[in-house]
């Protein structure tokens, strides 16, 4: 038994990572992210050394979060390496630059933030950055987030995920 699954489930995303006009891009899957702080608009997540996403993300210092609800896409892009394969061409991901940054978005997300690293925390065989948010949109968005939440996957763990009932629950 793994502690960190007394956590889960857990929102999955995308993250985008290299430069678009270089045509050096990449995109894993996550659930360990989190917002940090709203003063500077900045949110965390833990990437493995290994993968090749933290290799862009070394070399530019910029990333991206997507939202999607295709948990087909959140499970190729999470099981196979942007080392052995071109995951935009392979898994037929239509892509657009960022609107500040130079970072990779897909393009019918729910969301995309253009994030810049101001931190970086080595913590066992993960990377724990933090980015700025530079600039981010999201479709049919309001005060509590998305009206249809219910869209949004989360990773329970391994090849397995869920989605919310339809119902918001507020306290007395």
């Given at each position: 038994m793994k502690?960190?699954?007394?956590?889960?489930?857990?929102p999955v995303v995308i993250i985008g990572s290299g430069n678009v006009k270089k045509g050096e891009v990449n995109f894993m899957a996550c659930s360990w992210i989190t917002p940090i702080a709203e003063d500077i608009p900045a949110l965390g997540f833990a990437c493995d050394k290994e993968h090749f996403t933290y290799k862009l993300i070394q070399k530019y210092k910029e990333f991206s979060v997507n939202i999607t609800?295709?948990?087909?896409?959140?499970?190729?892009?999470?099981?196979?390496?942007?080392k052995d394969v071109n995951k935009v061409e392979t898994f037929d991901i239509k892509i657009?630059?960022?609107?500040?940054?130079e970072v990779p978005l897909i393009k019918d997300a729910l969301a995309n933030l253009e994030c810049k690293v101001i931190k970086e925390i080595e913590v066992g065989e993960v990377m724990f950055?933090?980015?700025?948010?530079k600039h981010w949109e999201a479709s049919d968005f309001d005060e509590y987030g998305y009206k249809e939440f219910w869209k949004l996957p989360l990773h329970k763990g391994g090849k397995a995920f869920t989605f919310s009932n339809k119902k918001l629950y507020f306290p007395k």
């Amino acid at each position: 038994m793994k502690f960190y699954r007394t956590l889960h489930p857990r929102p999955v995303v995308i993250i985008g990572s290299g430069n678009v006009k270089k045509g050096e891009v990449n995109f894993m899957a996550c659930s360990w992210i989190t917002p940090i702080a709203e003063d500077i608009p900045a949110l965390g997540f833990a990437c493995d050394k290994e993968h090749f996403t933290y290799k862009l993300i070394q070399k530019y210092k910029e990333f991206s979060v997507n939202i999607t609800e295709n948990i087909d896409l959140i499970w190729r892009v999470g099981t196979s390496s942007g080392k052995d394969v071109n995951k935009v061409e392979t898994f037929d991901i239509k892509i657009k630059p960022g609107k500040v940054l130079e970072v990779p978005l897909i393009k019918d997300a729910l969301a995309n933030l253009e994030c810049k690293v101001i931190k970086e925390i080595e913590v066992g065989e993960v990377m724990f950055y933090i980015g700025e948010v530079k600039h981010w949109e999201a479709s049919d968005f309001d005060e509590y987030g998305y009206k249809e939440f219910w869209k949004l996957p989360l990773h329970k763990g391994g090849k397995a995920f869920t989605f919310s009932n339809k119902k918001l629950y507020f306290p007395k």
